[in-house]
C-alpha cells in the first residue's frame, strides 16, 4: 500500500484510530501527516505557516531567494525551488500528498492542473482562475478526480457564521421566492499602465520566474511592497491584465462568493457589463455586470450583479446607505430584501404589515454545520476525500468563470448570450477570443 493510500484508509477507519495506542497512530504520528509543498512563501504563504506546520512540509517554492531563506527557518526540513514547475516534477520523489499556492494570479490555474494532473490535492489562493477557459479547464480536470483529491479556493470567509445565516435565510424564504442578487466592493486602485522599466530586480529575485506564463514586461518595483514600495502585496499587480483581473479576482472572489452560496447558481445565460474606458494594460475600476441566470430546483430564474470601484445596486430605502458596506451583498425576494456584509446581515421585509408570517426560521438543529477552521477542512479532506469542502474547484471555478465571462461582455461593450455547456458565446464572435489568453512557451495550461 502506498504511504497516500494508508493515510486515506487510516482517516477513513476514524474511530479505530481513537483507541490505538498514541505514538504509533496519533493525530501527530507521522504515518498521519501530509507530505505538503507551500508555493509562494513570502506574502499570503505566512498566513498558512501554521495550518501547514502540523503536518510534513516537504518542499518550498519562491521565486525570491530571501522568501524561501525565510521560510526555510520555520520549516528547515523543507526543498527549496524557484520554480514551480521543477517542484511538481520532484513530487514523487518529494512524495507529495498536497499543495498550498500562493504565488501571483497569473500561475493560478496552470498550477492547479499541474496538480490534479500529479494527483495531488490543492489549496489555491483566490483567484482560482483570470480567464475563462482557465475556470472550465481546472474545473473539467479536477471533476474528472473529485472522489480522490480533495481542493479549495482560500475565499476563507466563507468560514463565518454570516455565510450560513444568509443562505439559511434565503433557502427558508425569509424575503420569499428569490429574484435577484448584486454584490459589491468599493476598493479603487487606479494605474495608467504597465510601470515603465526601472532599473534591475533585486539579487536572487527571479523576474523571469515570476513573469512565468505572462508576455515578457520590464521590471519595475512598483509592483511589488518586498522592493521598498509601501505595503500592499498582490495589490501592487493584480490590476495588470497580464497578472490578475483587478477586483474581480480580489475582494470580488470573496464577496460573490457571499452571494453565490445564498443563490446555488450555475453558469450564467448571459452576461452584460459596463464601465469605464477599456484601458489594453489595466482592468478597470468601476464597472458593474448583469448577469441572467436559470431556474433552478427550489427557486425561479433570477439576475445577478457585481458592481466595483464605488458603483452600487439602488438601496432599497434612503435610510440604508450601502456605501457604508465597503464589500457587501443584497438579495431580493418577493417579500423584502436581505442585506448583508461578510459578517452580518438585515432582513428588510416590504410593506407597512412586514408580519413575516409566511417565514419559519429553522430550528436550532436543524442550522447548517459550521465550516470550522477554513484550511482545516481541506486538509482533513485530503486524508479523506469523501469529506466535501466548502469552496472546492467546482464550486469556485463556476463562480469566477461568471465574473470572468462579465470582464469579456466588458471588453466588448454588448450583452453576450453564454452556452454554458459548450463555453461559448453564442451571439459574438470576436468574444470568444477573449475567453483564454496566449501563454508564453514552457507554460503550458494544461500541463
Ligand atoms: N485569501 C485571502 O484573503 C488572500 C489575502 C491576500 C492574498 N491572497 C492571494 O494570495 C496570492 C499572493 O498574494 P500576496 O499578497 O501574498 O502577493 P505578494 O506579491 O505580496 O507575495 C507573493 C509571494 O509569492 C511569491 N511568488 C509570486 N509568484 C510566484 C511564482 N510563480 N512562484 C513562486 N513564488 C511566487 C513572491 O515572491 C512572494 O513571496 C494572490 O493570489 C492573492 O490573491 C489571498
Given at each position: 500500500?502506498?504511504?497516500?493510500?494508508?493515510?486515506?484508509?487510516?482517516?477513513?477507519?476514524?474511530?479505530?484510530?481513537?483507541?490505538?495506542?498514541?505514538?504509533?497512530?496519533?493525530?501527530?504520528?507521522?504515518?498521519?501527516?501530509?507530505?505538503?509543498?507551500?508555493?509562494?512563501?513570502?506574502?499570503?504563504?505566512?498566513?498558512?505557516?501554521?495550518?501547514?506546520?502540523?503536518?510534513?512540509?516537504?518542499?518550498?517554492?519562491?521565486?525570491?531567494?530571501?522568501?524561501?531563506?525565510?521560510?526555510?527557518?520555520?520549516?528547515?526540513?523543507?526543498?527549496?525551488?524557484?520554480?514551480?514547475?521543477?517542484?511538481?516534477?520532484?513530487?514523487?520523489k518529494l512524495g507529495l500528498d498536497a499543495v498550498v499556492c500562493c504565488t501571483a494570479d497569473h500561475h493560478h490555474a496552470l498550477i492547479a492542473n499541474g496538480c490534479i494532473n500529479r494527483d495531488l490535492h490543492c489549496y489555491m489562493e483566490k483567484p482560482l482562475a483570470i480567464t475563462v477557459e482557465e475556470a472550465r479547464s481546472v474545473r473539467a480536470n479536477w471533476l474528472a478526480k473529485k472522489t480522490k483529491l480533495a481542493t479549495q479556493v482560500g475565499m476563507q470567509r466563507h468560514a463565518l457564521a454570516n455565510f450560513n445565516r444568509v443562505r439559511e435565510k434565503i433557502l427558508d424564504g425569509a424575503i420569499g421566492e428569490l429574484k435577484s442578487a448584486s454584490a459589491w466592493g468599493n476598493r479603487k486602485l487606479p494605474r495608467a499602465g504597465y510601470w515603465p522599466a526601472a532599473g534591475e530586480p533585486p539579487k536572487g529575485f527571479h523576474w523571469d520566474l515570476w513573469l512565468g506564463p505572462a508576455p515578457d514586461h520590464p521590471y519595475?518595483?512598483?509592483?511589488?511592497?518586498?522592493?521598498?514600495?509601501?505595503?500592499?502585496?498582490?495589490?501592487?499587480?493584480?490590476?495588470?491584465?497580464?497578472?490578475?483581473?483587478?477586483?474581480?479576482?480580489?475582494?470580488?472572489?470573496?464577496?460573490?462568493?457571499?452571494?453565490?452560496?445564498?443563490?446555488?447558481?450555475?453558469?450564467?445565460?448571459?452576461?452584460?457589463?459596463?464601465?469605464?474606458?477599456?484601458?489594453?494594460?489595466?482592468?478597470?475600476?468601476?464597472?458593474?455586470?448583469?448577469?441572467?441566470?436559470?431556474?433552478?430546483?427550489?427557486?425561479?430564474?433570477?439576475?445577478?450583479?457585481?458592481?466595483?470601484?464605488?458603483?452600487?445596486?439602488?438601496?432599497?430605502?434612503?435610510?440604508?446607505?450601502?456605501?457604508?458596506?465597503?464589500?457587501?451583498?443584497?438579495?431580493?425576494?418577493?417579500?423584502?430584501?436581505?442585506?448583508?456584509?461578510?459578517?452580518?446581515h438585515l432582513v428588510l421585509p416590504y410593506g407597512k404589515e412586514a408580519d413575516l408570517t409566511y417565514y419559519k426560521p429553522r430550528p436550532k438543529e436543524k442550522l447548517l454545520p459550521p465550516v470550522g477552521h477554513f484550511q482545516e477542512q481541506w486538509l482533513a479532506a485530503c486524508k479523506n476525500p469523501s469529506l466535501k469542502t466548502a469552496c472546492d474547484f467546482e464550486y469556485s471555478s463556476e463562480m469566477i468563470e461568471q465574473m470572468l465571462l462579465g470582464l469579456v461582455a466588458y471588453r466588448v461593450g454588448k450583452k453576450l448570450n453564454y452556452d454554458g455547456t459548450t463555453g461559448k458565446v453564442t451571439n459574438h464572435a470576436a468574444a470568444n477570443a477573449l475567453l483564454g489568453r496566449n501563454y508564453r512557451a514552457g507554460w503550458p495550461l494544461n500541463g
Open positions: 500500500m502506498q504511504r497516500r493510500d494508508f493515510i486515506r484508509n487510516a482517516a477513513v477507519a476514524g474511530a479505530g484510530l481513537l483507541i490505538a495506542p498514541q505514538g504509533i497512530f496519533g493525530a501527530d504520528a507521522p504515518s498521519n501527516k501530509l507530505n505538503l509543498a507551500l508555493l509562494g512563501v513570502g506574502g499570503r504563504g505566512k498566513a498558512h505557516f501554521d495550518s501547514i506546520g502540523a503536518h510534513n512540509v516537504a518542499a518550498l517554492c519562491d521565486v525570491r531567494e530571501s522568501a524561501l531563506a525565510q521560510g526555510a527557518q520555520r520549516f528547515p526540513q523543507a526543498r527549496t525551488y524557484l520554480d514551480w514547475r521543477k517542484l511538481l516534477d520532484d513530487h514523487k519595475s518595483p512598483e509592483y511589488f511592497s518586498y522592493t521598498g514600495t509601501p505595503r500592499g502585496n498582490c495589490t501592487l499587480w493584480n490590476m495588470f491584465w497580464d497578472f490578475g483581473v483587478g477586483q474581480v479576482g480580489d475582494m470580488g472572489s470573496h464577496t460573490m462568493d457571499l452571494l453565490w452560496n445564498g443563490v446555488d447558481a450555475k453558469l450564467p445565460a448571459s452576461a452584460e457589463a459596463k464601465g469605464e474606458k477599456f484601458n489594453p494594460d489595466v482592468t478597470p475600476v468601476e464597472c458593474a455586470m448583469h448577469f441572467e441566470h436559470p431556474a433552478n430546483t427550489w427557486r425561479g430564474p433570477i439576475s445577478v450583479a457585481w458592481y466595483q470601484g464605488g458603483l452600487l445596486p439602488k438601496s432599497p430605502r434612503n435610510f440604508i446607505d450601502l456605501e457604508k458596506i465597503d464589500h457587501g451583498v443584497m438579495f431580493k425576494g418577493s417579500q423584502g430584501f436581505l442585506i448583508a456584509s461578510f459578517e452580518n
